[in-house]
């Protein structure tokens, strides 16, 4: 049984969903996104209120309801408010600056890492050249990207140097004198 599924999706204001057949399309504020469901879900809106049913009992049916309730979820929440992941910079020298779309960044290798931006993607700064901002409107994206980011030098476990997401904990190993 999917709670999950079960729950009713409110419309915030200024977004407006069209649905035909298992494509749904989501307008909002911040931009526009549109998904295919699965075959086995069925989605009706009456008023402001989304629900999302299964078609049948099958276990693939149970299996997709959640997800898709989720995924239309998660399309209205960022185009009223948008997502936003951020990503900290830790190690002497260790530098992010944006140019133009693009993010570069110095970490350590003999040149630096230059990442463009899939489309609907922005890079900034925080207060410091240490603190990366990812934004979007699709989860989904904004999370692959900053993943992406992350992966140009995961965050080492004996000095804990390299990127990382905002509180992520990265546990330290001791290391071969026994120091802490």
């Known amino acids: 049984m999917s709670r999950i599924g079960r729950r009713p999706i409110e419309l915030p204001a200024k977004v407006?969903?069209?649905?035909?057949?298992?494509?749904?399309?989501?307008?909002?504020p911040k931009g526009e996104?549109?998904?295919s469901l699965p075959e086995q879900v069925?989605?009706?809106?009456?008023?402001?209120?989304?629900?999302?049913?299964?078609?049948?009992?099958?276990?693939?049916?149970?299996?997709?309801?959640?997800?898709?309730?989720t995924l239309v979820a998660n399309m209205i929440e960022g185009v009223a408010k948008g997502?936003?992941?951020?990503?900290?910079?830790?190690g002497v020298g260790y530098r992010a600056q944006v140019?133009?779309?693009?993010?570069?960044?110095?970490?350590?290798?003999?040149?630096?890492?230059?990442?463009?931006?899939?489309?609907?993607?922005?890079?900034a700064l925080g207060e410091k050249n240490t603190e990366v901002i990812v934004s979007g409107i699709n989860k989904?994206?904004?999370?692959n990207t900053a993943a992406r980011?992350?992966?140009?030098?995961?965050?080492?476990v004996y000095k804990g140097k390299g990127i990382r997401y905002q509180g992520e904990v990265v546990r330290q190993?001791?290391?071969?004198t026994g120091k802490k």
Not at 19 to 28: F, L, P
Not at 83 to 90: A, S
């Open 99 to 123: 140019q133009g779309r693009n993010l570069v960044l110095n970490v350590g290798y003999s040149q630096p890492v230059e990442i463009q931006p899939p489309d609907g993607i922005q890079f």
């Open 16 to 28: 407006t969903v069209t649905i035909d057949g298992q494509y749904v399309s989501v307008k909002g």
């Open 33 to 35: 996104l549109a998904r």
């Open 140 to 143: 989904e994206v904004v999370g």
């Open 173 to 176: 190993k001791a290391g071969k």
């Open 42 to 69: 069925a989605i009706a809106q009456d008023g402001n209120i989304l629900a999302v049913t299964r078609r049948n009992e099958s276990r693939a049916a149970r299996q997709r309801h959640g997800l898709a309730r």
């Open 83 to 90: 997502y936003e992941k951020r990503l900290t910079i830790i």
């Open 149 to 156: 980011i992350r992966a140009v030098r995961p965050p080492e």
